[in-house]
């Protein structure tokens, strides 16, 4: 049974704007709270802020970004989020963007598959308690987090497209979509995902989709809330190919026609709370265990107490 939760639809400046989602989190069927990469208030920091504040929920970095950090950092984070919320986390990374690869490290990864895979073995060793002994065209490391009894911490890779998915399907405990219709993940993302566990001889990973959506509402048409959504995605090179892969008419130069396109294609989904249920309903039959909620549009352009009625109302519909 597909679980749902809840994703922080904003860069926090301070942490206490993370307590009412948090908040939704535990008293709500909501499974999981959610955040992206943050270049505000760092989402491992808000995240124990809200612990400190009574909220300790489980949590999902979807996905925090691989130049920021050494895997030997990225792995300590991660284990001490757990510790100090007291609950499970999924450690989601990504290579990120090209430019900013070229910004941090002064060139971009030649292979970002590589450097991947080195990423998430060297941090899955680690938080294995393992001493972990690698030696990388990206990465290196030679040694081992000091054991001790924490909460579990799951190692997630964020996914688009088919390489992704099968070096998740090797590695990774769960693949961290974003923006991918069900039927894209259904036909392409998850049997690659089988493919990679197959090769590893290990069960498939868990499959997290981080979805946009709206409630409709009068003077906002769909296309716009999807653009407020999505404007910076509609101009990456890797989206823009993930989402031509999966049917999504997108030209890559008119932005606003091109979020007009992600609802046509289902990669926006909009409607009232029955129109909703039946659209998220293709994510439970495409195979997706978790779909997380993302209402960035309507806070970007209805605000916040919008956004926080959408969820709420979207996750009454969903528990009754």
């Given at each position: 049974m597909t679980s749902y939760s809840v994703l922080v639809p904003f860069l926090p400046k301070r942490p206490e704007q993370l307590l009412p989602y948090a908040g939704l989190v535990q008293w709500t069927r909501a499974e999981r709270l959610w955040q992206g990469q943050a270049l505000f208030l760092e989402p491992h920091q808000g995240f124990a802020h809200a612990a400190g504040a009574g909220f300790r929920?489980?949590?999902?970095?979807?996905v925090t970004l691989m130049p920021l950090r050494h895997p030997y950092e990225a792995a300590l984070?991660?284990?001490s989020l757990a510790l100090a919320t007291g609950r499970p986390v999924v450690a989601g990374f990504g290579p990120g963007a090209r430019s900013m690869q070229q910004s941090l490290l002064g060139e971009p990864y030649r292979s970002p598959l590589t450097a991947a895979r080195e990423y998430l073995t060297i941090v899955r060793g680690l938080l294995a308690n393992e001493v972990v002994d690698v030696k990388g065209e990206y990465f290196s490391c030679h040694g081992a987090l000091h054991a001790f009894p924490a909460p579990p911490v799951e190692l997630g890779l964020g996914v688009l497209r088919p390489g992704m998915a099968r070096l998740a399907g090797e590695l990774a405990d769960v693949a961290v979509t974003w923006l991918t219709p069900a039927p894209y993940l259904?036909?392409?993302?998850?049997?690659?995902?089988r493919e990679g566990a197959a090769k590893a001889d290990r069960p498939v990973p868990r499959l997290t989709a981080i979805v946009p959506i709206a409630l409709e509402r009068e003077g906002h048409e769909p296309g716009t809330l999807a653009l407020a959504s999505n404007a910076a995605h509609l101009q990456g090179p890797h989206y823009l190919d993930m989402l031509r892969r999966a049917g999504v008419g997108v030209s890559g130069g008119d932005v606003?026609?091109?979020?007009?396109?992600l609802v046509e294609g289902g990669a926006f989904l909009s409607g009232d709370t029955d129109e909703l249920l039946a659209q998220l309903s293709a994510y439970e039959k495409a195979g997706v265990d978790e779909v997380?909620?993302?209402?960035t549009g309507v806070f970007n352009v209805a605000g916040a107490q919008e956004a926080m009625s959408d969820l709420k109302r979207i996750l009454a519909a969903l528990s009754a």
């Open positions: 929920v489980p949590t999902g970095l979807g984070q991660a284990r259904g036909d392409v993302v998850l049997p690659a995902m606003k026609a091109d979020a007009r396109a997380v909620l993302n209402v």
